[in-house]
């Protein structure tokens, strides 16, 4: 309120009174969605953190915690120097200013050494965001561990290089076609019988 002297007394009071139910359910659903948001990021099975345009993490998640091997407030404020050996943090600053260079999205695979000493094969998705005037802000990624998809496929990988050596070595005319009707194997017995070499008839 405001005094309204006369003569050096008071005479009375001005007062203005302002409505702010709207702003406060305004800031109240705000509040909401920023702890529901939170939440959904720290139930998100993969590390995700975001990044100012200074390389700083500004926010991460409980799995980037673990991959980290430390809290969220000890990873905010720090840069991958801080928080990685120089190798690998080269590594990732040089991919983060890459992107801010060319804004957008940003998808690689790499070995990455979590903080239980393990070395894990990832997916890393990153892209940059924007803050509310529209000025490039800093980036957020997310890595996908494919670790166990990478195994599978290379002991995949082994098992039909072990049944192509086999089948090489079979003394009778051997060939093997897909589902789609191709040649996936043509052994040397095959080679010999039809006078036509593996490489000219492989997926025909």
Not at 45 to 71: H, L, Q, T, W
Not at 77 to 93: H, M, S, V, W
């Amino acid at each position: 309120g405001t005094y309204v002297l006369r003569q050096g007394r008071v005479e009375g009071i001005i007062a203005v009174a302002r409505d702010i139910t709207q702003r406060l359910a305004v800031e109240k659903k705000t509040q909401n969605m920023l702890r529901f948001m939170k939440t959904l990021i720290d139930t998100i099975p993969s590390p995700i953190f975001c990044k100012d345009i200074y390389g700083m993490y500004r926010d991460c998640n409980r799995e980037f915690e673990a991959y980290v091997g430390r809290k969220r407030e000890e990873i905010i404020g720090k840069n991958a120097y801080d928080l990685f050996p120089a190798e690998l943090a080269d590594i990732y600053a040089a991919r983060d200013r890459e992107l801010l260079d060319r804004p957008g999205r940003q998808v690689y695979e790499s070995p990455i050494r979590f903080a239980d000493g393990s070395i894990r094969e990832v997916i890393v998705n990153k892209a940059t965001h924007l803050n509310a005037d529209g000025k490039l802000a800093g980036v957020v990624g997310v890595m996908v561990d494919i670790s166990e998809r990478k195994r599978v496929e290379e002991a995949l990988r082994i098992s039909e290089q072990r049944l192509l050596e086999i089948l090489n070595f079979l003394p009778e005319a051997t060939m093997v076609i897909d589902k789609t009707g191709k040649v996936i194997a043509w052994n040397r017995a095959m080679e010999n019988l039809t006078g036509v070499p593996a490489k000219d008839i492989m997926g025909q």
